[in-house]
């Protein structure tokens, strides 16, 4: 399966467990790996045949700035639900890390890989709609 991606986007959310990471908000960054067949734009040359990236990063961006989560695992998780809901994609790898987070290293954060079958679970999960695309 082909990839598109988009490295190192940046934004800002109010992410963390103690009291003042409530308050401010903390840059993460986010990569995004997306499975789909490019061979169609390939040889048609024309965006209506291929994903459109900077439409998947503005709503990310949106979505990221407007979260509230306490962990950066279920910002991820939310943001895979997201692009799988509002995307034409096979699956897609989501890497986000917080950088400064630990002392002494770069960044800390998580990669996780979802599809089209781990989406119809999270639909599904305790017989509730998820609220991925709601934010």
Do not use: C
Not at 85 to 100: C, D, Q, Y
């Amino acid at each position: 399966m082909d990839k598109i991606f988009i490295h190192a986007l940046k934004a800002e959310a109010i992410i963390g467990i103690f009291d003042w990471e409530r308050q401010v908000k903390q840059t993460v960054i986010v990569d995004i790996e997306m499975s789909i067949d490019i061979r169609k734009a390939a040889l048609s040359d024309s965006i209506d045949d291929t994903m459109n990236y900077k439409r998947v990063a503005k709503r990310v961006l949106a979505f990221v700035e407007g979260s509230k989560f306490h962990l950066v695992e279920t910002l991820a998780e939310h943001i895979a639900m997201l692009i799988l809901e509002e995307f034409a994609i096979a699956g897609v790898r989501i890497a986000l890390s917080k950088p400064g987070a630990v002392r002494g290293s770069r960044d800390v954060g998580v990669i996780l890989d979802r599809d089209r079958a781990d989406l119809q679970t999270w639909r599904t999960r305790d017989g509730k709609i998820a609220a991925a695309s709601k934010v």
